[in-house]
RNA sequence: GGCGAGGUAGCUCAGCUGGUUAGAGCGCAUGAUUCAUAAUCAUGAGGCCGGCGGUUCAAGUCCGCCUCUCGCUACCA
């Protein structure tokens, strides 16, 4: 493949609603950074795009519960957002935002295009509409009572309670959360990208010609995607928070969120392009560009179907050449979760950490998701600080500084004659650099900076090969060379940690008394001449110590524990029901007769139960919990008057009465002692 | 249940289109060394490459079945 001219490297924006950790870096941010920090050291053409996307309903709703404004909502986030990601060494060359005009402009422009070419589906629906705040009601703007459990704070789209995907319509009793008042049924008119019609006329093509060059986890999705058939995506919804719909008579209606995010990275560039004098077209529009996106793998329909459908249903675009996604890191063993606080926190860290960047930089390298989901623990943080960064390569630094100013007082000697084994070495140092150059260039992260360690291990063995401290009672001039092939070392350290390790690579020039080099420097054997003077050193890293990482681990633990507190703590009762309520419902104590799964279910067990009434059929969602052959025979609690409902074409008549802790763990709701079939709870 | 991704040394992971005794880092053991933040260097131990079956002269690598983990999805009143 042809070298292209430029590059435009974007990062998944950020979503607006809550501070950055650990998973967001390690998925799209560090792999990016380092990316375009090579380009940059080899002099390319790169613009580094990113910004906050603060559209969307979930940043609404967060807003209304506060009692501010949407904009207050993603003024703070975006503000703190950017500030960590500057402080943390992500180095944008724009770090922009979806609620700026520039990018409203070219969010609706770009929905005008495709609407003039006549690339939408028109589909005309009823929705409910709140005739008090004039607006029609996105699905989490409506609650009412779940269908199927009966929980009065259902929302619109899903019940809480229960779980189940629900559309509005489904709701019994629908309440606004804007007026409280009951919505109505009102006809409104919606745009659709047909993707479905794209998948056959080149999607489908295009995803199977990048089968080799993506990431097996990447197109191994998108073909996930593809065989399930795509279908016409909604483009608009009505909402009064995002880009409104540039179509006159349409007032009142915003681009869906998923469609006006992707377009910030267009718009970010553009913003950039302005202040830097530069042409955005080249990058977008330039067959000569190519264009990588940077994500994690809940992104990749995204980044891989719709955008790309969007870039060529609008047209003049380029592709993606690559979308490298990450998987998923743990912490600690667990998923991280923002709700239940279990994460590190960016803004946290830069604070218990001061000046300790490239130790998280390095740790969350050297473990990326790449291929599977990944496991961070504090404990190998502490591993990886200790054992290689100040062990490996802070050291190496600290022996060669401080040989060169004990022996030289700082000043960098001549070189004399090679032996075969400095002629190895500095050859080695070239394989270094070459392998490092592929695996950066084919997204191999954490292979890329264990390579880049060999470096300081080749430089550390170097020396123990030729004992310079010995050597330098019976051969003076030989240690010269040493210690000027030792420098070289460290030089060629200082460009190709700067990509991984930026602080650390700055820390290091400045000990050298040096400028930021050009990459391919580091394949030289002399980028520092003889007779140049490098300051004197202090370390690169520090250890971290025991108490420092326990903190660490006691802040997860406090968490974990405020959890497990929040779980135990029983839901408030609900509202009071009279004693007519309570004598509708005819419990029974039954016996299992028969127990089979339902096929093709992980919950279902297919009950026949003796009411002592009747026998009947029983559909239950217990076989997490229990297997069918355990619960033959047993007494149960059952329901008995609940309107039949077919489940998985299976007619169940009543309900068996279970327990439920906040696990999600059932246990059977049953007599005390054995009792005739067919008596009465009451 | 369907789809996708994984299951390789104690731990975290490489092993590209099948080819000589299966690799790396960390950890562990032994030895060497002292310029260096008790750091470094060398050597070594440690693997039925999740299980079973198949294709092949040859399989960690290809095919089928099973099993476990993660994600999406269906199902749960």
Not at 32 to 49: N, Q, S, T
Not at 202 to 219: A, R
Not at 416 to 423: R, V
Not at 436 to 449: C, D, G, M, P, T
Request: with cysteine.
């Amino acid at each position: 493949m042809k070298k292209p001219k430029r590059y435009l490297i974007t990062s998944a924006l950020p979503y607006a609603n809550g501070p950055l950790h650990l998973g967001h870096i390690a998925g799209a941010y560090l792999p990016a950074d380092i990316y375009v920090r090579y380009l940059k050291l080899k002099d390319k053409d790169v613009a580094f795009i990113c910004g906050s996307d603060e559209h969307g309903v979930p940043i609404t709703l967060r807003a209304r519960k506060e009692g501010v404004s949407p904009q207050v909502i993603v003024d703070k986030y975006h503000k703190m957002i950017k500030t960590a990601f500057s402080e943390f060494g992500i180095d944008f060359d724009i770090y922009h935002r979806t609620s700026s005009k520039l990018h409203h402009e070219t969010a609706s422009d770009f929905f005008k295009t495709m609407y003039e070419k006549g690339e939408f589906i028109e589909k005309e629906e009823e929705q409910y509409y709140d005739e008090k705040e004039k607006q029609f009601l996105a699905d989490r703007y409506i609650t009412g009572t779940c269908p199927k459990c009966g929980y009065e704070e259902a929302y619109g789209d899903q019940c809480e309670k229960c779980g189940t995907s629900l559309s509005p319509k489904e709701l019994k009793n629908p309440t606004s959360r804007l007026s409280g008042n009951s919505p109505i049924l009102k006809k409104t008119k919606h745009w659709y990208l047909p993707l479905d019609k794209y998948q056959q006329e080149w999607l489908e093509e295009w995803i199977d010609s990048h089968k080799s060059n993506w990431k097996s986890n990447v197109y191994g999705q998108c073909k996930s995607w593809l065989n399930g058939g795509l279908q016409p995506r909604a483009v608009t919804r009505d909402l009064d928070w995002g880009v409104p719909v540039p179509v006159e008579g349409y007032e009142g209606k915003v681009l869906y969120v998923w469609f006006d995010a992707p377009i910030g990275y267009i718009s970010a560039t553009k913003a950039w392009a302005k202040e830097n004098n530069k042409n955005w077209k080249d990058y977008w529009q330039s067959e000569d560009s190519q264009l990588i996106h940077f994500i994690g793998k809940d992104n990749i329909v995204f980044h891989c179907l719709i955008f790309p459908a969007m870039l060529k249903a609008h047209g003049n675009y380029i592709l993606p050449d690559n979308v490298p996604a990450n998987e998923f890191l743990n912490l600690e063993g667990d998923k991280l979760s923002t709700s239940r606080n279990w994460a590190v926190w960016i803004h946290e860290y830069l604070h218990d950490f001061p000046g300790k960047q490239d130790v998280l930089r390095y740790t969350i390298c050297a473990n990326l998701p790449e291929q599977k989901d990944n496991d961070f623990t504090w404990k190998d943080f502490q591993n990886r600080n200790n054992n290689e960064l100040v062990a490996i390569l802070g050291n190496f630094i600290n022996r060669t500084i401080v040989l060169t100013h004990k022996h030289y007082g700082g000043e960098v000697p001549e070189r004399g004659t090679l032996t075969d084994f400095d002629k190895k070495t500095l050859a080695e140092m070239t394989v270094i650099k070459k392998n490092l150059e592929k695996s950066i260039e084919s997204f191999r992260f954490r292979e890329a900076v264990k390579i880049a360690m060999d470096l300081a291990r080749l430089g550390n063995k170097y020396l123990a090969d030729t004992e310079p401290w010995k050597v330098i009672k019976t051969d003076e001039e030989r240690v010269k060379t040493i210690m000027n092939i030792s420098i070289q070392i460290s030089a060629a350290l200082s460009i190709i940690i700067e990509p991984f390790l930026p602080f650390t690579a700055d820390k290091l020039r400045k000990f050298l008394n040096i400028e930021k080099l050009n990459w391919d420097l580091a394949g030289s054997d002399s980028i520092i001449e003889a007779g140049h003077t490098i300051n004197k050193a202090n370390l690169l890293f520090d250890k971290i110590e025991d108490e420092a990482i326990e903190k660490q681990i006691q802040k997860l633990m406090d968490s974990k524990k405020a959890n497990q507190a929040e779980q135990q703590q029983a839901e408030p009762a609900k509202e009071n029901i009279t004693f007519d309520d309570f004598v509708k419902m005819d419990i029974r104590v039954g016996t299992i007769l028969e127990a089979e799964r339902v096929p093709k279910t992980d919950k279902l067990i297919k009950l026949k139960i003796d009411t002592g009434i009747d026998q009947r059929t029983v559909v239950s969602g217990i076989a997490v919990d229990h297997k069918p052959e355990d619960i033959i025979g047993k007494q149960v609690s059952i329901l008995v008057n609940l309107e039949p409902r077919k489940i998985r074409g299976i007619v169940s008549q009543g309900m068996i009465l279970m327990a439920e802790d906040a696990s999600g763990k059932l246990v059977f709701a049953v007599p005390e002692v054995k009792t005739s079939n067919g008596a009465s709870i009451k």
